[in-house]
């Protein structure tokens, strides 16, 4: 079966403080967009597992999550699955590259083995994988609270376009979190007002909110973070943010013509740039 794992963009993110054993608690505003990973999965009857993760880069064994997810899916069936990916989500972008992976393999083991699972279900099976499959399972918009994994759908993101541009390094994702936790964010996001400007479908709304509590962070080393977020309201965009813990930076564009123009630009510049637009959900 092919099927396509669909990136995920932070409208917004806030880190509320720690749980007693450990992790974060989060409330974040989730989007899938259009662009993603293609994806090949194809059960087998003698339990194995392969999987061609599109990169050398990348783990091809029981590291992947996608794996992870084909595991879990199928624990005690004695079937497997080969599982073949076409790469396009960059890695280490804070795109949910991995989990959505993960997510499309649960989908399409649901439907060739015919044991349709309620998305709800899934979703719970995702969450034994990673914090953000839940949300690449069910796509379209949603509050996630918790440490992503638990989810309240929301009205998608109206039709606009969507300028994805991703620097080249990567940013480690416990450092982030070390620094808020040594730190009192000075800026939060206006969850509140994205949820409404959700519902009201109103694009500009949801972009001029829009902030994730890690670019309040940042160190000198990753200023380029916040050059990418002038190049592209200086082209257009009605707001811009940093997606999960980075690196790639999103804006949104009410014009075709210059989210055109922006994604031009900036891929002079940039190896990994996108051009893009919400991703509803199926």
Same mark, same amino acid.
């Given at each position: 079966?092919?099927?396509?794992? =669909?990136?995920?963009?932070?409208?917004?993110?806030? !880190?509320?403080?720690?749980?007693?054993?450990?992790?974060?608690?989060?409330?974040?505003?989730?989007?899938?967009?259009?662009?993603?990973?293609?994806?090949?999965?194809?059960?087998?009857?003698?339990?194995?597992?392969?999987?061609? #993760?599109?990169?050398?880069?990348? #783990?091809?064994? $029981?590291?992947?999550?996608? !794996?992870?997810?084909?595991?879990?899916?199928?624990? $005690?069936?004695?079937?497997?699955?080969?599982?073949?990916?076409?790469?396009?989500?960059?890695v280490c972008a804070g795109m949910g590259g991995g989990s959505?992976?993960?997510?499309?393999?649960?989908?399409?083991?649901n439907t060739l083995t015919g044991r349709n699972m309620p998305?709800? @279900?899934?979703?719970?099976?995702?969450?034994? +994988?990673?914090?953000? *499959?839940?949300?690449?399972?069910?796509?379209?918009?949603?509050?996630? @609270? /918790?440490?992503? @994994?638990? &989810?309240?759908?929301?009205?998608?993101?109206?039709?606009?376009? !969507? !300028?994805?541009?991703?620097?080249?390094?990567?940013?480690?994702?416990?450092?982030?979190?070390?620094? *808020?936790?040594?730190?009192?964010?000075?800026?939060?996001?206006? %969850?509140?007002?994205?949820?409404?400007?959700?519902?009201?479908?109103?694009?500009?709304? +949801?972009?001029?909110?829009?902030?994730?509590?890690?670019?309040?962070?940042?160190?000198?080393?990753? $200023?380029?973070?916040?050059?990418?977020?002038?190049?592209?309201?200086?082209?257009?965009?009605? /707001?811009?943010?940093?997606?999960?813990?980075?690196?790639?930076?999103? /804006? &949104?564009?009410?014009?075709? %013509?210059?989210?055109?123009?922006? =994604?031009? %630009?900036?891929?002079?510049?940039?190896q990994e740039c996108y051009l893009t637009a919400p991703y509803? $959900?199926?």
């Amino acid at each position: 079966m092919k099927t396509t794992a =669909h990136a995920k963009l932070n409208l917004s993110l806030d !880190v509320l403080g720690r749980t007693d054993d450990g992790y974060h608690r989060l409330r974040m505003v989730m989007q899938t967009v259009a662009f993603g990973d293609d994806l090949d999965v194809e059960m087998r009857a003698d339990g194995q597992f392969t999987i061609d #993760p599109g990169q050398s880069y990348l #783990p091809a064994d $029981g590291r992947n999550l996608a !794996v992870k997810a084909a595991k879990r899916f199928l624990d $005690g069936t004695g079937q497997g699955a080969d599982i073949r990916v076409v790469k396009r989500i960059p890695v280490c972008a804070g795109m949910g590259g991995g989990s959505a992976d993960a997510a499309a393999v649960l989908r399409a083991l649901n439907t060739l083995t015919g044991r349709n699972m309620p998305v709800d @279900e899934l979703c719970a099976l995702g969450a034994s +994988v990673g914090s953000d *499959v839940p949300f690449c399972v069910m796509e379209g918009a949603a509050l996630a @609270e /918790g440490r992503g @994994e638990v &989810l309240t759908p929301i009205p998608s993101l109206p039709v606009c376009a !969507v !300028v994805i541009c991703k620097p080249a390094f990567a940013i480690s994702t416990p450092e982030l979190f070390g620094r *808020v936790d040594g730190r009192r964010s000075r800026l939060r996001p206006d %969850t509140a007002g994205i949820l409404a400007a959700m519902e009201a479908g109103d694009v500009p709304g +949801v972009a001029r909110r829009m902030f994730n509590v890690f670019e309040d962070v940042l160190d000198r080393r990753q $200023g380029e973070i916040s050059a990418i977020k002038s190049a592209l309201t200086d082209m257009g965009a009605l /707001g811009a943010a940093m997606t999960g813990s980075g690196s790639a930076v999103f /804006g &949104l564009f009410d014009d075709d %013509t210059a989210a055109k123009k922006a =994604h031009q %630009t900036l891929s002079a510049r940039y190896q990994e740039c996108y051009l893009t637009a919400p991703y509803p $959900g199926r």
